[in-house]
């Protein structure tokens, strides 16, 4: 597709529950981004994935949360036993190495 | 649906100069604004927000903008340049409830030894 897609674009669940979030990046894009912003925040970076190189997962903010890149495809983003709190709009930006970054419309994501 | 713009995709400046770039939106209703700065090869970094209050915004690195809500703008700006701010900048915004959150396109800034 011509841009970056995320799904779900929105997502209720209850606490306790794992969930997985999916970021189809641009073709040809070596880099992708998560991002998450809360309430009346700023986005929040989670994880780097640059080609082949180890992710930065510096983002991370828990062992709840993990990310899987395959190549230069797909990623998923699992939220495990999910808390109030990860209650966030989740972004995805895909870039080629340098710039040029585009943002998904995001998953809304919503603990109860 | 909201949408933003941002009035140049490269700008190319010498050390020293002044910069301006623009960034623009569309939303009826009360918004939330925000600068961000990517340097090659790094994720986003909140340059500066606007919530609410004194329209003139002061952010890191010597950086400013100024919301004007009557023509729906929210302008970056720096006094002097460096080589240091050759990044990408993107200007964001969401509505009042965190909803509805977009970015611009991306400016793309070269500052020249």
């Known amino acids: 597709g011509a841009g970056v897609s995320q799904s779900p674009s929105n997502k209720v669940t209850e606490k306790g529950k794992d969930v997985e979030l999916r970021c189809d990046p641009i073709?040809?894009?070596?880099?992708l981004y998560w991002y998450r912003q809360r309430l009346g925040q700023g986005l929040e970076f989670l994880i780097y994935?640059?080609?082949?190189?180890?992710p930065d997962k510096s983002g991370l903010p828990s062992d709840r949360f993990s990310a899987e890149r395959t190549g230069e495809s797909v990623s998923t983003l699992t939220i495990q036993r999910t808390q109030q709190e990860d209650s966030a709009v989740y972004l995805c930006?895909?870039?080629?190495?340098w710039g040029q970054g585009t943002f998904g419309s995001g998953t809304r994501l919503t603990v109860v | 649906a909201q949408s933003v713009s941002q009035h140049n995709h490269h700008v190319i400046l010498s050390e020293a100069a002044s910069l301006e770039l623009g960034c623009n939106y569309s939303?009826?209703?009360?918004?939330?604004l925000f600068w961000y700065v990517q340097y090659p090869g790094q994720h986003l970094q909140l340059l500066l927000k606007?919530?609410?209050?004194?329209?003139l915004v002061k952010g890191i690195k010597g950086f400013e903008a100024e919301f004007i809500k009557s023509k729906f703008s929210f302008n970056l700006r720096k006094p002097s340049v460096q080589w240091s701010d050759t990044a990408e900048y993107f200007c964001?915004?969401?509505?009042?409830?965190?909803?509805?959150?977009?970015f611009g396109p991306g400016t793309r800034l070269s500052v020249l030894p």
């Open positions: 939303y009826g209703g009360t918004v939330n």
């Open positions: 606007y919530f609410s209050g004194d329209p």
């Open positions: 930006a895909s870039s080629l190495e």
């Open positions: 994935f640059q080609g082949n190189s180890a």
């Open positions: 964001a915004v969401n509505d009042n409830y965190g909803q509805n959150f977009v």
């Open positions: 073709s040809g894009h070596t880099a």
